[in-house]
């Protein structure tokens, strides 16, 4: 591991060189990067092998708010029952951190690591789930590309599990984001290229007629604002108003599900090939 952050510098500019950015090393095929809005700690799940593969091999590191390592191994496989094999999207409700992995969600306790329980969503015909997204009411939505399913746990109600939209227009969905401001679920589809968005009634619609390659990521900036990634272009994009495309950052190598800290000033982002966490400074 290597924790490139420029030390010995004025009070003062303490503020501007957190903005500037951190470079983390040390991870394995980091997929997602979460940001708790009590703490500004991080967590990255790491595939540590295929995406696809039951191989125990999956761990969750835990950073603190600099980017600096807490422990790299904050929830593995081994350790008071868990088994991790692939896990990628992350969520926070309360005190629980939900994870996908293959064909379960786990959840676990933030601050201790402990498993609290896991939904298992085989039998609803899950294979690969990958993106989560807290909505309304408690509900998660857990997106499915291996078979263009969106599922929907109602983690209030003894977390009962129900297929809430099953359909190949979806194009492999992988990035979930609710949107309360439209009551609407916006996906990402990692086949198709598109974004979507869903409504109340399980409708599909397209949000844009560009088309991308591999959507990773969907975010709300702190204007409101959509922003995401194309994994194989290395491009992260704002959406304003829905409505005008930008280029925020380019020339990346495989940017994965990123995250904004507590404030929405930097983005921290997960290069997924490249093994590496690093942030830089949004602009608006």
């Known amino acids: 591991m290597n924790f490139k952050f420029q030390a010995s510098v004025p009070v003062l500019l303490i503020f501007a060189l957190l903005l500037s950015g ?6 394995k095929s980091p997929d997602s990067v979460l940001v708790d809005p009590e703490t500004s700690r991080l967590y990255v799940s ?3 092998g295929s995406p696809a593969l039951s191989d125990g091999n999956g761990f969750i590191s835990l950073l603190d708010p600099s980017g600096k390592p807490v422990n790299m191994h904050f929830i593995r496989s081994g350790r008071g029952g868990v088994n991790l094999n692939a896990p990628k999207g992350m969520a926070l409700i309360g005190q629980d951190l939900y994870v996908t992995d293959l064909q379960q969600v786990h959840r676990f306790d933030k601050n ?3 498993l609290k329980g896991t939904i298992d969503l085989k039998l609803l015909g899950a294979k690969n789930l990958t993106g989560l997204a807290v909505g309304p009411d408690g509900v998660l939505f857990v997106s499915d590309p291996a078979t263009s399913t969106i599922f929907k746990i109602d983690t209030v109600h003894q977390h009962r599990a129900a297929v809430h939209v099953r359909d190949q227009a979806l194009g492999q969905p992988t990035s979930l984001l609710y949107d309360a401001a439209h009551h609407r679920l916006l996906a990402g589809c990692w086949g198709s290229g598109q974004l979507l968005f869903i409504g109340e009634d399980g409708k599909i619609f397209s949000l844009m007629q560009k088309r991308f390659k591999r959507i ?3 975010h709300f900036d702190r204007e409101g604002h959509l922003l ?4 194989v ?3 992260i994009y704002r959406l304003r108003n829905y409505e005008k495309l930008e280029v925020v950052r380019e020339n990346l ?3 994965a599900n990123f995250a904004l800290d507590k404030d929405g000033r930097r983005l921290v982002v997960p290069s997924y090939r490249g093994n590496i966490v690093f942030s830089f400074g949004l602009p608006y």
Request: no cysteine; charged share 10%; glycine share 8%.
């Open 46 to 48: 790491n595939v540590n």
């Open 228 to 231: 995401f990634a194309a994994l």
């Open 216 to 218: 990773k990521s969907l």
């Open 112 to 114: 201790k690591a402990t």
């Open 233 to 235: 272009t290395g491009k």
């Open 22 to 27: 951190f470079t983390m090393t040390g991870f």
């Open 253 to 255: 190598v495989t940017p």
